[in-house]
């Protein structure tokens, strides 16, 4: 269940700011006429939206101020090389989506006048939609140390923009100097990215009471994806009581929520406790189809907890649908719990007919010997000896045991021999080998 979501970075930014006045505000030499007569111009083009026509008008008034190569290039008092020019340039380009245009033209502003405040807020928009996140983030940090009045803004904008630049230990740095300074409640979103940019910088442990404070304050599909992202941390910082127990609490609280049975189902599986997944994920199984290996799962653990008969359909299923040895050996278990071994005998004998497979081998002559079928029994138990699996000791050793009850003694002690050749088997055969002995 590892999730961290990646939240939408931004999804508004203050206002585009234009016009002449923000630069008037500064301590900079009044405006000349001429570049105020041409932005009123190209104030009345922008809002038509004649972007082109504007953008033309104030590359003319720019070429009007060029000088030849071989003669001193001169500021001139006309203003053909002021700001505001570039600056008015960066906007129609911006307003455009022509961001690299204006990101070009709101730096030679900046060249001209550093001390630009709405150039360096349009400059960081233009950054941040070329996802040039560093640059993005540099410009809003600017912003916030010349612009009182929404320093509080940028600083969140430069760390989400630190955030998407995986800057992550930077991205916190800004988020924590921006919340000390705060004395209000915080936004929603601010409170999110923050969190996103603790978990990214693997400080999960810090998020943890945000996380909840996020839970608490949001509602429907939200605050489901951070009930997610609550309980995966307290998995993946090895919380398994709190996580057990924040699972049990999501089920009670939406009962017909699949995901939180599954995710129940898992934790109580990790923790032993097979009683409790196995009900876990039968609710589960209820509200959502199971996976292959989920469908497997569950008929394991009724299995496992002498549940048999629930079992039994599904390793049915996987075995009609592809052969599987080991499918094959739980159903004959499962048979063999509810004590149908001529039942489980014969799906053995349907699902492998010829199998050469030691551990299925070893299961039919089982079920023979349990059936009373000796002869037959210590056959099979000698084709399984002869492979010299794993099996080789015990196969002799009730080999040996099958032939005598079938009254084949010259056999029994044959396979009693070879079974006294494994030291795990050897006390065993000699015992049996004593007792044949002397009943002769």
Not at 103 to 120: C, G, H, I, M, P
Request: charged share 20%.
């Amino acid at each position: 269940m590892k999730k961290i979501i990646l939240l939408t970075a931004l999804a508004t930014f203050l206002p585009l700011v234009q016009g002449p006045m923000v630069y008037a505000e500064d301590p900079f030499d009044a405006i000349p006429v001429r570049v105020r007569l041409v932005l009123a111009k190209v104030s009345k083009l922008m809002e038509r939206q004649d972007y082109s026509r504007a953008i033309a008008l104030l590359e003319n008034f720019q070429q009007q101020g060029t000088t030849p190569a071989d003669q001193p290039k001169k500021l001139s008092s006309r203003g053909y090389d002021h700001p505001l020019i570039d600056y008015s340039l960066g906007n129609c380009y911006l307003l455009q989506q022509q961001y690299r245009q204006a990101a070009r033209a709101y730096e030679q502003a900046l060249k001209k006048n550093s001390a630009f405040v709405a150039d360096w807020q349009n400059l960081a928009k233009s950054y941040y939609e070329l996802h040039q996140y560093d640059d993005a983030a540099r410009c809003f940090l600017a912003v916030a140390g010349r612009d009182g009045d929404h320093a509080a803004d940028n600083r969140y904008y430069a760390a989400v923009s630190l955030l998407l630049a995986k800057r992550y230990e930077d991205a916190v740095r800004q988020f924590d100097q921006l919340f000390e300074q705060q004395t209000q409640q915080l936004p929603l979103a601010w409170q999110e990215h923050y969190v996103q940019a603790l978990l990214a910088a693997g400080q999960g442990r810090r998020a943890l009471p945000f996380l909840q404070d996020l839970v608490t304050a949001t509602s429907g599909e939200a605050r489901m994806k951070w009930q997610e992202v609550l309980l995966c941390q307290y998995l993946q910082l090895g919380m398994q009581s709190e996580a057990r127990s924040y699972a049990k609490r999501l089920t009670h609280e939406n009962c017909t929520c699949a995901k939180w049975w599954k995710t129940l189902s898992q934790i109580e599986l990790a923790g032993d406790n097979d009683e409790e997944a196995l009900a876990a994920l039968t609710i589960y199984r209820f509200l959502s189809p199971l996976s292959e290996n989920e469908k497997k799962l569950w008929a394991d653990l009724n299995l496992q907890l002498n549940i048999p008969s629930q079992a039994l359909a599904e390793y049915h299923r996987l075995l009609d649908e592809q052969p599987d040895p080991k499918i094959l050996r739980k159903l004959v278990l499962a048979y063999r719990q509810l004590g149908q071994e001529t039942r489980a005998l014969q799906q053995l004998q349907h699902y492998a007919p010829t199998t050469e497979d030691g551990d299925l081998l070893m299961a039919k002559a089982d079920l023979l010997y349990s059936l009373g079928r000796y002869a037959e029994a210590a056959a099979t138990y000698r084709q399984v000896a002869r492979q010299q699996g794993q099996y080789v000791g015990q196969a002799w050793l009730m080999a040996g045991y099958a032939a005598w009850q079938s009254e084949d003694l010259t056999a029994s002690l044959s396979a009693f021999d070879n079974a006294a050749a494994n030291k795990d088997q050897r006390q065993a055969a000699l015992a049996a080998i004593s007792k044949l002995q002397g009943l002769n």
